[in-house]
């Protein structure tokens, strides 16, 4: 494997138990990375197979190298998630015994300092997933307006001081490097904020970068495809690592479980809406202190679990619970 793609997997054990009773047959990797969590469900679990998805491309070739072993249970596609039907088309694959998304950037792309995804290396301001993909933060940064900035600071990076560091990031055009963008946003912030909380850029680098990706916009479509094609019995898992990404997986999930229904909860569904999934566990897991002391991409993880049904029930007649 390229000692460029290493992916540790978060939550490694958490997620391998999560899939030991789901029926025999296809696993969705919807994120597979370096193949990290994908190597420990097929060495665990020889009922399981997986299908792999990543946009980048250096990630699938990584993946493919560490899962060779596993021959003809392993097939990979370059895609972006909410290309779930088309992927299991190219296979012949029918439905799926279980998901697992994990969801973000990886540290391998992190790392890579010419992907230009940190604020901590001078590169080029990039931030593509996928190398394919034309748009790339430089078109961000020097092409939307302060009010639109300002927008995605808030949303995606729940930047409290957006406007300023809007304002600061349009005055200061041309932007050509990560290192003088984050020169710029900590200019922007005040000196006292800037004490506190990490690196002051963290939060706009984060934003930049979903709205470079499209990571939210097309989240509930992924996880909608990946429930639906989900066969009964089987399990899906998220990881998220930001507070956009988890109120995400828990509408949807909460969708799924309620079946759209809109009645109040006090009184009988009249609406026919239909439960698909109950939830595994009724708030999110996190990680062991011990695993966000060693890996510190960990601290921040959230896994949400839901198991699919037969989707034959009104909402209310198979326990589920909320959503918290």
Not at 234 to 241: E, H, M, N, P, Q
Request: proline share 6%; hydrophobic share 40%.
């Amino acid at each position: 494997m390229p000692p460029t793609f290493h992916h540790r997997p978060v939550m490694a054990d958490e997620i391998v138990a999560l899939f030991a009773n789901v029926p025999p047959g296809w696993v969705l990797d919807a994120t597979v990375g370096g193949g990290g969590h994908a190597e420990l469900l097929l060495e665990r679990w020889p009922h399981l197979a997986v299908l792999g998805l990543d946009r980048d491309e250096s990630a699938l070739a990584a993946a493919g190298e560490r899962l060779a072993r596993f021959g003809e249970r392993v097939h990979l596609f370059h895609c972006r998630f909410d290309r779930l039907d088309e992927a299991m088309e190219a296979f012949s694959t029918d439905s799926l015994s279980g998901a697992l998304f994990d969801l973000g950037v990886s540290s391998p792309q992190l790392d890579q300092p010419e992907r230009g995804f940190s604020y901590r290396n001078d590169a080029p301001l990039d931030m593509r997933m996928d190398a394919t993909q034309t748009w790339s933060a430089a078109d961000v940064v020097n092409g939307y307006s302060a009010a639109d900035l300002a927008r995605i600071l808030k949303a995606y990076g729940d930047e409290r001081f957006a406007r300023r560091i809007a304002s600061a990031i349009v005055a200061a055009r041309p932007i050509e490097s990560t290192a003088r963008l984050a020169e710029v946003v900590v200019g922007a912030i005040p000196a006292p904020a800037r004490r506190t909380g990490g690196h002051p850029a963290k939060r706009t680098f984060q934003a930049i970068r979903i709205e470079v990706n499209g990571e939210l916009d097309v989240l509930p479509t992924a996880l909608d495809a990946a429930i639906a094609r989900t066969a009964p019995g089987g399990r899906i898992a998220v990881l998220s690592y930001h507070s956009g990404e988890d109120r995400i997986v828990k509408d949807r999930l909460r969708n799924a479980v309620t079946g759209g229904c809109t009645c109040p909860p006090e009184l009988p569904c009249v609406c026919d809406a239909v439960q698909t999934v109950r939830l595994v566990r009724r708030v999110p897991r996190t990680p062991s202190g011990a695993e966000q002391a060693d890996n510190r991409r960990a601290s921040s993880a959230r896994l949400r679990v839901a198991e699919r049904i037969v989707d034959t029930q009104r909402r209310g007649t198979i326990g589920g619970g909320t959503v918290s």
